[in-house]
């Protein structure tokens, strides 16, 4: 039974928790921007790697530099890839024939005619953001970057949870907020009944 002339602190202690909960909840959600897009921007990109090649672009181009070119092909590479502009060393270059010196340089290899001084350029460039966005979200880098994702993995967990108590009534937990939760929940168990499943 209340003592007369004082106050339940249920209401003021549900009230105090509350104001928490938003503060948490605030503070760690901006604390998670940053990693949320780079794993949602990665997450889309790997799910559709059946379409295109999330970490590079492919390279196909021709370039007409002036000929003639010297007959040495490591001569001929050096002074191409300076032509070209590019400042990745040769790793390798072989005459293929009197008309096709081959020059690989990183992910790309230039064929170059050293007598009319046309090079047709194959090869890949990384997607710079992305590809980053991939190998961190894949976990390549291993050891530190798992302590990270976990935390990450922590982080929007008590967003997930913090969030079903913040608001009260029917548009908290036990009115709107339980229709809402209930209906993310059913989408992936609805999509592992129907597709069968692992």
């Known amino acids: 039974m209340q003592t007369p002339g004082k106050k339940s602190a249920t209401p003021e202690r549900s009230i105090r928790v509350r104001a928490w909960l938003r503060a948490a909840h605030r503070d760690i959600g901006y604390l998670a921007v940053g990693l949320t897009f780079v794993y949602a921007l990665s997450g889309i990109a790997v799910n559709h790697i059946q379409d295109w090649d999330p970490n590079f672009t492919q390279v196909k181009r021709t370039h007409q530099l002036t000929g003639p070119f010297p007959g040495d092909e490591k001569a001929a590479a050096a002074r191409a890839l300076a032509e070209l502009g590019v400042t990745t060393p040769a790793e390798d270059v072989y005459r293929v024939s009197d008309s096709d010196f081959e020059i690989v340089a990183g992910d790309v290899t230039y064929h170059l005619n050293p007598k009319t001084g046309v090079v047709n350029e194959e090869g890949q460039r990384p997607r710079l953001l992305l590809r980053t966005a991939n190998w961190l979200h894949l976990n390549r880098g291993k050891k530190a970057w798992t302590y990270i994702a976990d ?45 069968g499943g692992p």
């Open 151 to 195: 935390g990450y993995a922590v982080f929007l967990l008590f967003l997930a949870s913090s969030g079903l108590f913040m608001i009260r009534g029917k548009k908290g937990l036990i009115g709107r907020g339980a229709i809402l939760a209930t209906l993310g929940a059913a989408a992936p168990i609805a999509y592992v009944v129907l597709s």
